[in-house]
C-alpha cells in the first residue's frame, strides 16, 4: 500500500530529482517526498488508478510538476488537477529549465501557485528548492483535504 | 429640279423669249402691212375696172349721142319712117341699104350686135341685123325694153342686161338716145344692143387678180343683187343668181354704193379679200376678189419661211446654251456627284477641276477639306481599330442607324448588311439578350444614359465581351438623336481573369508558405522549448554533482582538483548563459510586437538605474541629451537600450573616466561625426546613437560586429556570447528602423539606430 506524503514530486530526469531531494533534505523534506516519473502516473496517482488504486484518501500539500514530460505533459497535468472538483485547489509549483513567456503564461492561465525555474547554478538551485519546499510543506497552510507534514 | 435644268430653262427663256416675240411682232406687223398692200393693189384694180367699164359705156352713150345727133341719121330716120309707113318697098330698100352700108360699118366697129330704129310708137322700123330684122322689124319693140324706151325719149339711157331670144348664153343691153326732127320734135330712138361679151372680157381680165381672181357685176333688186355675169363657180349666174340680203356678200355691199375692201366670204363660201365698188351711171355694184390663199400667199409663204428660220434658230441658240449652260452647270454637277459618293462612304472621291474659275476654286477648296476631313477620318478609323471600340448614331427622326467600320468587324459583320437593333441582337449571346433588350428600351423611351456590359455570341461558339455607353443628344430641349460606343474588351476581361487566377493561385501559394512557415515556426519553437529545457538539465546536473563533490570531498581535495571542479563549474554558467541569450534572440525574432508609445529619456534613465550595480566601482561620465520619443515594444526597446548601454558601459571598463554619451540627431544631421555613408531622412525616421570613448574596434570588421556568436575581442578581455548586438539588430529591424556602428581602435564607438517616425507621419 502507498502512503500518502505531502509533497509529490513530477520529475522525469532522475539527476535533477536527485539533486531536488538533495535540497529537500536539508530541512528533513525528503521523506514527505513521494517521486513520479511522468505526466501519467502523475494522474494515476492523484486519481488514485492504476497502481495507486488504494493509495489512501487526501491530497498532497504540493505538487512539483516539471513541464516538459514523457507521455502527458506538465501543463495537461496541470489542466486536470484544476478541472477535478477534489485535486483543483491543490497548489501546483511548476519547477522548470523553461523560461518561456508561454509556458509561463499557460501555467498561469490554469491558475499555477507558483513558478520556478531551476537555476542552472547548483547553490541556486538547491536555495530554491529548499525555499519552495520550506514554503508549501511548511509554512503555507494547504487547502482542506491536503496532507501536511506535522 | 437639278441645277443643270434652272440653269438652262432660265438662259433659254432669257434668249428665246424675246427672240420669238420679236419674230412674232415683226411677223405680224409685215403681214399686217403686206394685206394692206395687197388690198390697196385689188382696191386699186377694182377701181380701175369700174372706170374701164363705165368709160365702156360712156362711149356707147357717146357713140348713140353723136350718131343720134346727126342729121344724116336724122334724114334717114324720118325718110326709112316714112317709106315704112307708106310702105314703099323700093325707097325703103334703096334707104335701108344706104342705112346698111353707113351702119354697118359702125356696127363692126364698135361690136354693136344692132342698130335698131323704133319710131315715137315703139315700132321698130330698121334693124342693122337681118336675123333680127325677121324677127323683129314692124313690130312693136318687147316689154322688156319699154323703160328704156319712156326714159330715152328725152335723154340717152340704158336697159337692163338680157338674154338674147336667140342664143340665149348672149347677154345684151340696149343703150337707147332719142332721134328728133329738124324742127326739134321727137321721132323716134336708135337702139344700140351691145353684146356683153366686151363688157365681160373687160371683167374678166385678170391683170394683177391672179388665178383665183374674180370680177363680179351686180344690179340691185329687191330680193338683195342679181348676178350679172357668169362666175365661175356659176356660168349660169347671170340674170339667175340672186345675192340674198342679209347675207353679208360684197356685191351687196358694192349694189348699194358703198365702196371698200376687205376680207370676207364670197357667194361660193371662200375666203377672199374683196374691193367692192359701185357703178352708179348704171346702177351697178362691181367686186373684185382674190381667194386670200391666193392673195396672201406671198405673206403665209413668208410665214412659214420665218417659221422654220424660228424653229431652226431656236433649236442652234438652244443648242448653244445647252452647250454653255453644260459648261457652267457640270462642275457643280460633279461636284454634287463627288459629295454623294463621299457620303456614301467612297472617302477616295474627289471632285475634278474643270476650270480655274471661282467653281474651279471651290472644287479646289472642296477637295482639300475632305483631305483633311478623310485624314481626321482615317485617323479616327484608326484609333477605333487600335482600341477596338467602334460607335453607332441613330437619326431620331428618320430612325436611320448608321454603324462605324469597327463596329461592323466587332460585330463581324459584312460592310453590305444594313445595320438595325434586329441584326445586332442576333449576334448578342441568349443569356444577356433580355437585360440589353431592357435596357435599349428603357433608354429610348427615357432617354437616359447607358453604361452596360453584355457578351456577343458568335456561330462558332466564340464569345466577345462588350462594353456598351449610350447618350441621347438634344436639340433645343428635344431628343434629335442617340449615340453610343461599343468596346470590344474581351482582351481586358480575359486578362482580368487571369490575373484572378493568378491571384488565386498566389493566395494558394501564400496559405501554402503560411502553413510551411507556421510548420516551421512551431518546430523552431519545439526546438527552443527542448533546447531551453534539455540543454538546461545536464548542465544543472554537471554543476550539481560538480558541487556536491566538491562539498563532499573539500578537505581531501587539492588545490588542483578544486580548480578543475570550478572551471567546470564557471564552463556550465556561462554555457547556461549562452542558452538563455540564443532563447532570446530566438524569442524577439518569434513574439509579437506590442507596440506602444515609449518615453526614450524615460527608458534610458531606467536602463542605467538597472546598470547601478556593474556601474557603482567605475567612474563614468553621463551625457543623456534630451531625445524624441518613439513608438514600439517596450520590453523588447528596452532589451536593445541595456545592450547597447551595458556594452558601452563594458568597452569602457578600462578607460579611467568613462564618457557616455546618448542623443538623437538634429534635423539634417547625416551623423555627428560628418560621415555619409547612412543617409538620413529626418522626415520620416528619428536617429539615436549611443557613444563612448571605450575600446572601440577595427571598421574592417564592422560586418562582422551584429552577426549572431561573432565577437570582436576576447573572451578574458571583454566577455560576452556574442548575441547581444545581434538581438539588438533584430529588434530595431522588426520596428522598421536600421542600425549601424562608427569606430576606430582607442577611439571610442558610435552606435546609430533609426526608428520611424511615426509623430511626423502622423502630423
Known sequence: MIELKSILLVEDNPNDEELTLTGLAEYNLANDVHVVHDGEEALDFLLKRKNYVDRQNGNPAVILLDLKLPKIDGIEVLRVIRSDEKLKYTPVVILTSSKEEKDKLESYKLSVNAYVVKPVNFQDFIKAIKEVGIFWAIINEPPPGCLRKV | ?763
Open chain 2, 1 to 763: 429640279m437639278t441645277m443643270y435644268r434652272k440653269l438652262l430653262s432660265f438662259v433659254l427663256s432669257l434668249s428665246l423669249i424675246p427672240m420669238l416675240v420679236t419674230g412674232f411682232f415683226s411677223y405680224y406687223s409685215f403681214e399686217k402691212s403686206l394685206k394692206n398692200e395687197i388690198l390697196k393693189k385689188l382696191e386699186i384694180i377694182a377701181d380701175l375696172k369700174v372706170k374701164k367699164i363705165e368709160s365702156f359705156f360712156k362711149e356707147r352713150a357717146g357713140d348713140a349721142f353723136v350718131i343720134s345727133k346727126s342729121i344724116y341719121l336724122q334724114n334717114y330716120f324720118a325718110l326709112i319712117t316714112r317709106y315704112f309707113y307708106e310702105n314703099n318697098q323700093i325707097f325703103f330698100q334703096q334707104t335701108r341699104e344706104i342705112l346698111d352700108h353707113q351702119l354697118g360699118y359702125y356696127s363692126e366697129a364698135y361690136g354693136y350686135r344692132d342698130i335698131m330704129f323704133v319710131d315715137q310708137n315703139g315700132i321698130v322700123v330698121y334693124t342693122t341685123n337681118l336675123a333680127h330684122f325677121k324677127i323683129e322689124y314692124g313690130k312693136h319693140i318687147p316689154a322688156m325694153f319699154e323703160d328704156v324706151f319712156e326714159k330715152s325719149k328725152t335723154i340717152i339711157s340704158f336697159s337692163n342686161v338680157y338674154r338674147a331670144p336667140v342664143s340665149p348664153q348672149s347677154f345684151l343691153m340696149i343703150v337707147a338716145a332719142p332721134v328728133r326732127n329738124s324742127q326739134g320734135m321727137f321721132i323716134g330712138e336708135v337702139f344700140f344692143e351691145i353684146d356683153m361679151k366686151v363688157v365681160y372680157n373687160l371683167v374678166e381680165d385678170k391683170t394683177g387678180l391672179g388665178k383665183t381672181g374674180e370680177t363680179l357685176l351686180g344690179k340691185k333688186i329687191d330680193e338683195g343683187a342679181l348676178f350679172l355675169n357668169p362666175i365661175y363657180h356659176d356660168p349660169d349666174a347671170a340674170l339667175k343668181r340672186i345675192a340674198k340680203k342679209g347675207s353679208g356678200l360684197p356685191i351687196l355691199k358694192a349694189v348699194h354704193g358703198e365702196i371698200g375692201s376687205g376680207i370676207a366670204f364670197d357667194y361660193y363660201g371662200d375666203e377672199v379679200i374683196a374691193a367692192w365698188r359701185p357703178i352708179p351711171m348704171l346702177n351697178w355694184g362691181m367686186v373684185a376678189k382674190i381667194d386670200t390663199e391666193e392673195a396672201f400667199e406671198t405673206v403665209y409663204g413668208m410665214r412659214n419661211r420665218i417659221l422654220i428660220l424660228l424653229v431652226i434658230s431656236t433649236f442652234i441658240v438652244s443648242y448653244f446654251i445647252m452647250q454653255i449652260t453644260r459648261s457652267i452647270a457640270n462642275p457643280i454637277v460633279e461636284l454634287t456627284k463627288t459629295t454623294k459618293l463621299l457620303k456614301e462612304g467612297d472617302l477616295s472621291a474627289r471632285a475634278k477641276v474643270m476650270s480655274s474659275d471661282e467653281i474651279g476654286e471651290l472644287a479646289k477648296n472642296f477637295n482639300d477639306m475632305v483631305e483633311k476631313l478623310t485624314s481626321i477620318s482615317v485617323s479616327l478609323k484608326d484609333a477605333q481599330r487600335i482600341a477596338h471600340i467602334g460607335n453607332w448614331e441613330m437619326d431620331l427622326q428618320t430612325h436611320e442607324l448608321n454603324w462605324s467600320d469597327e463596329l461592323f468587324k466587332i460585330f463581324e459583320f459584312q460592310k453590305t448588311i444594313i445595320p438595325s437593333n434586329e441584326i445586332f441582337l442576333k449576334q448578342v449571346h441568349e443569356d444577356d439578350k433580355e437585360f440589353v433588350k431592357i435596357i435599349h428600351t428603357d433608354s429610348s423611351i427615357l432617354q437616359t444614359p447607358y453604361n452596360i456590359q453584355y457578351r456577343l455570341l458568335f456561330q462558332d461558339n466564340r464569345a466577345k465581351y462588350v462594353e456598351e455607353q449610350c447618350e441621347t443628344i438634344f436639340k433645343g430641349g428635344k431628343p434629335v438623336r442617340t449615340i453610343g460606343i461599343i468596346h470590344d474588351i474581351t482582351l481586358q476581361r480575359e486578362a482580368e481573369h487571369e490575373i484572378l487566377m493568378l491571384n488565386r493561385d498566389l493566395e494558394n501559394r501564400v496559405v501554402q508558405r503560411t502553413q510551411q512557415l507556421e510548420t516551421a515556426n512551431k518546430e523552431l519553437e519545439a526546438f527552443s522549448y527542448s533546447v531551453s529545457h534539455d540543454l538546461r538539465a545536464p548542465l544543472r546536473s554537471i554543476t550539481g554533482f560538480a558541487e556536491l563533490l566538491k562539498n563532499k570531498n573539500i578537505d581531501n581535495l587539492d588545490e588542483k582538483s578544486q580548480h578543475y571542479l570550478n572551471v567546470i563549474s564557471e564552463s556550465t554558467v556561462q554555457m547556461g548563459r549562452l542558452i538563455d541569450d540564443i532563447l532570446s534572440f530566438s524569442r524577439m525574432s518569434r513574439t509579437e510586437l506590442m507596440e506602444t508609445k515609449i518615453d526614450f529619456s524615460v527608458l534610458i534613465q531606467n536602463v542605467i538605474k538597472k546598470l547601478d550595480n556593474e556601474v557603482k566601482d567605475r567612474k563614468i561620465i553621463w551625457k543623456i541629451n534630451p531625445v524624441p520619443n518613439s513608438t514600439g515594444d517596450m520590453s523588447m526597446m528596452e532589451l536593445a537600450m541595456t545592450n547597447l548601454i551595458s556594452n558601452a558601459v563594458k568597452f569602457t571598463k578600462n578607460c579611467p573616466v568613462a564618457e557616455i554619451e546618448i542623443g538623437s540627431l538634429n534635423f539634417g544631421e547625416n551623423s555627428i561625426t560628418g560621415s555619409v555613408d547612412h543617409k538620413l531622412d529626418n522626415d520620416k525616421e528619428i536617429t539615436y546613437y549611443i557613444k563612448d570613448n571605450g575600446v572601440g574596434f577595427d571598421m574592417n570588421y564592422a560586418g562582422k560586429l551584429f552577426g549572431l556568436f561573432q565577437r570582436l575581442h576576447r573572451q578574458d578581455e571583454f566577455p560576452g556570447t556574442g548575441v547581444g548586438l545581434a538581438n539588438v539588430q533584430r529588434i530595431i529591424k522588426r520596428h522598421g528602423g536600421r542600425i549601424w556602428a562608427e569606430s576606430k581602435p582607442g577611439a571610442g564607438t558610435i552606435f546609430y539606430f533609426t526608428l520611424p517616425n511615426h509623430q511626423e507621419g502622423d502630423g
